[in-house]
C-alpha cells in the first residue's frame, strides 16, 4: 500500500514523551469496561490457550477480530480490553487471545510463546470460524503479539483462512534483535527489569514441571533478552541460539509477502524500537502492507484523555477497518 503521510494525532499537554506514553496507561488508564467469557481450546499438540471472547454491542454482524498482546501481556491488561471495548462498539465480535502461559496457569508442555509463534493463532483463527458465520475477520496485534501477527500473515500467505480480510499492528519489534539491543540501554532499565522478572518467573515454574530439562542456576543473573533467549528461549523452542531466533521470526522480512491489507503503526518516540523497526521502504514497495509514523506515541501508548477512555490506536484500527470493509456488514 505506502508509507502514509504523517498523521493528525496531537498528544494531550505533557505527553510528548514517548517514556510518558510508554508508562502512563500502565499506572493510570482506568480499566476499560468490558463483559468477556473466557473459554479454552485444545491445541492439535495436546495443549490449551485460554481467550476471552467479548460480542458486538450490534448483534451479529458476521465480523470477528481477533487482539494478541504483547510480551509478558494478557488478554486483560488494558490495551487489548480497549481495543476489544472500541471493536465491539463498531459491530465485530472480538476474541483477546491469551499466549501460552499468560492466562494465570502454566501450559501443559515445555514450550510456552515466543515472538515467532504463530500456530497458535491459526489454531485461534479456525476456532473463531467455527463459532458463527464470520466472513470478514481482521487480526489486531500490539508489541510481540504485532510480530506474530506480521510473521503469520507473510511467512505462509497461502495458508491464512480466505476470511481474513484485514490487519493492524501498533508499536512492533520486527528487528527482533535490534529491538532487543535497543532495550538493553540505560534509559530502557524499567521496562527491561519488568519484562525480566515475569520471564524469570515462568522459567521457574517451568522447571518446577520440567526440572530434567530446564536449569536455573544463575538465573537470577540473566538480566537481558540475549542471554535469556540464548539459554532458554531458543533451546525449547527448536532455534540454535539467541541468533538463529531473533533472525528467523523478526516480521520484518515477511513484510513484502503479505496480501491482505495490513497497516503498521510505529511511534517515532517509541523507546522500544531502533530505526531498523521502522520498514519504510517495505511499506514503498508493498501493494498490501501501509506504513503509519506518528511523531508520538510511545510503545503501545497513543493516549487520548476523554470521559469515553478511548485511545488513538483503538479508533486509527477502527477507521483503518472500516476503510478496508467499505463500511460493509
Sequence with gaps: MALLPPTDYQPPLFFSSGHVQTIYPTLFRPLPVTNPERRRLETP????????????????TG?????????EGNARKKYPLGMARHLTSCGWDVICLNFRGCSGEPNRLPRFYHSGVT????????????????HAVALIGFSMGGNQTL???????????????????????CDLAGSARRLERWENTLYM???????REKIRM?????????????????????PF???????IHGFRDAADYYRRCSSKQFLHAIRVPTLLVQAEDDPFLPPSCYPKAE??????????????GGHVGFVQLNPANRYWSEEQAGLFLDNVMGGRV
Design 45 to 60: 499438540d495436546g495443549d490449551f490457550l485460554d481467550i476471552d471472547y467479548h460480542l458486538s454491542t450490534a448483534g451479529r
Design 151 to 173: 510473521k503469520y500473515l507473510g511467512e505462509n500467505p497461502e495458508k491464512v483462512p480466505g476470511e481474513v480480510k484485514v490487519a493492524v499492528t501498533f508499536s512492533v519489534p
Design 193 to 199: 527489569r519488568y519484562f525480566m522478572r515475569g520471564l
Design 63 to 71: 465480523r470477528l477480530a481477533v487482539v494478541s498482546h504483547g510480551l
Design 283 to 296: 511499506a514503498a514497495a508493498s501493494s498490501a502492507f501501509s506504513l503509519l509514523v506518528p511523531r508520538h
Design 206 to 226: 517451568k522447571s518446577a514441571i520440567f526440572p530434567e530439562l530446564l536449569d536455573t542456576e544463575g538465573l537470577d543473573e540473566v538480566c537481558t533478552f540475549f
Design 229 to 235: 533467549d540464548d539459554r532458554y528461549t531458543a533451546p
Design 119 to 134: 500456530d497458535d493463532l491459526h489454531t485461534v483463527l479456525g476456532y473463531g470460524l467455527q463459532q458463527g458465520d464470520y
